[in-house]
């Protein structure tokens, strides 16, 4: 037999010991303008330049108006500077960031011309304060008192020219006492607030350790399922304010505040659980008053108290009213007099203003179906704020 014949494997290749060439490290340009650093230093000095000479300007517009006082408290002129900022803004701030930024521009403008003094719910970071600080800005001379009422007197003394006060909550409905307030002081609604309202629980201790809850009467109603499910074997305290609950809760152990987070940094408490009210679309709605009716600006609301007469059908009569003049009404309330049993008081808002022709026409006959009304005042409509 023939041999087969062997065949050869081809030779391996020889790897290469030597190691491939690195590339070497360029250096990145430079940026134009200098490091993120310098830039920012830089981008600073023409803000300050530019924040300083807005704030200028306006002082003089202010000044040189023919009517100064109606130039400060002129709403349309500040719904035009909304619209127009938030029309330009390209982001990335927010619509809440850039309002807050000219808020503050805008009042260190009008303190320049007149020092505005403004009563509030107080004390100091309650929901109120909050409110009155995204109205009238930080720069306000903001006084905190009591009560409602001790808002209402202080405006109808003019011990200041404006107060704040809560009217109304989506979770709890009415707040009695500001509406009986409209009843006894001839005072206008003149603005609005609309803020959205976020409760937090806030202790120096850890949740485990909690044994009190300290909040104001409606903190508490806002966040009762939550409080039910998490927080079972803690006592419930109802408080003055959600401001008077932060410093309990500061210097109480084992306490706990349900109160907003500018209080919990005030008070320096740890925040332990945030946002636990029952409706995640819990707004409370303030109104500002005074004593002008504040200039139509083209998305305002009017607001009235009346009494009707004590008979069947009075109210369909009186409601059927807004139909027939094609008036939009968007909220009402009623709540008992005083010493009268049977007898109420309804609060009614609608849209339009008082100078509208379409209003004129409801407001008089209006008049006819009720027994007694009470224009409270017309003023821009707002959207909630946070």
């Known amino acids: 037999m023939a041999k087969k014949a062997k065949t050869k494997r081809p030779a391996a290749k020889k790897t290469s010991?030597?190691?491939?060439?690195?590339?070497?490290?360029?250096?990145?340009?430079?940026?134009?303008?200098?490091?993120?650093?310098?830039?920012?230093?830089?981008?600073?000095?023409?803000?300050?330049k530019l924040i300083n000479k807005r704030a200028e300007l306006t002082t003089r517009l202010f000044s040189e108006a023919e009517d100064t006082n109606s130039a400060l408290a002129d709403a349309r002129a500040d719904?035009?500077?909304?619209?127009?900022?938030?029309?330009?803004?390209?982001?990335?701030?927010?619509?809440?960031?850039?309002?807050?930024?000219?808020?503050?521009?805008?009042?260190?403008?009008?303190?320049?011309?007149?020092?505005?003094?403004?009563?509030?719910?107080?004390?100091?970071?309650?929901?109120?304060?909050?409110?009155?600080?995204?109205?009238?800005?930080?720069?306000?001379?903001?006084?905190?008192?009591?009560?409602?009422?001790?808002?209402?007197?202080?405006?109808?003394?003019?011990q200041v020219e404006f107060g704040l006060v809560p009217i109304e909550n989506s979770t709890d409905g009415r707040v009695v006492d500001t509406l009986e307030m409209f009843t006894k002081l001839p005072l206008k609604i003149c603005g609005e607030v609309q803020l959205v309202v976020h409760h937090n629980l806030m202790a120096r201790c850890p949740i485990g350790e909690v044994r009190h809850v300290y909040s104001?009467?409606?903190?508490?109603?806002?966040?009762?399922?939550?409080?039910?499910?998490?927080?079972?074997?803690a006592q419930v305290h109802e408080v003055s304010s959600t401001a008077a609950a932060a410093e309990l809760a500061q210097r109480s152990e084992g306490a706990a505040a349900v109160a907003s987070l500018p209080a919990a940094a005030e008070y320096e408490l740890n925040v332990l659980a945030a946002q636990i009210e029952d409706n995640p679309n819990n707004v409370t709605r303030f109104a500002v008053i005074g004593h002008e009716v504040s200039p139509r600006t083209g998305g305002d609301r009017t607001s009235v108290l009346v009494q009707i007469p004590h008979k069947p059908g009075s109210l369909a009569d009186t409601l059927a009213v807004f139909k027939t003049n094609k008036v939009n009404l968007t909220w009402i309330e009623s709540f008992p007099l005083r010493g009268e049993e049977g007898r109420y008081w309804f609060f009614i808002d609608f849209e339009g203003h008082l100078n509208d022709a379409k209003t004129k026409r409801l407001l008089t006959a209006l008049d006819k179906k009720v027994s007694l009304m009470n224009v409270l005042g017309s003023y821009p409509c707002s959207q909630p704020v946070e």
Not at 141 to 153: N, P, R, S, Y
Not at 216 to 233: D, E, F, G, I, V
């Open 79 to 158: 719904r035009s500077v909304w619209e127009s900022l938030l029309a330009r803004n390209p982001g990335p701030m927010s619509e809440g960031a850039v309002r807050a930024v000219f808020r503050e521009i805008l009042c260190s403008a009008r303190q320049a011309v007149h020092v505005e003094r403004i009563a509030y719910l107080g004390p100091r970071f309650s929901f109120s304060h909050i409110a009155a600080i995204h109205y009238f800005g930080k720069q306000a001379d903001l006084t905190d008192v009591g009560t409602i009422a001790d808002v209402f007197e202080a405006v109808n003394r003019r």
């Open 17 to 48: 010991t030597k190691r491939p060439a690195t590339k070497k490290k360029t250096k990145k340009p430079a940026s134009r303008g200098g490091s993120p650093a310098k830039q920012i230093d830089q981008v600073d000095r023409e803000l300050l």
């Open 216 to 233: 104001k009467r409606q903190a508490l109603s806002q966040c009762r399922t939550w409080l039910t499910q998490n927080m079972p074997m």
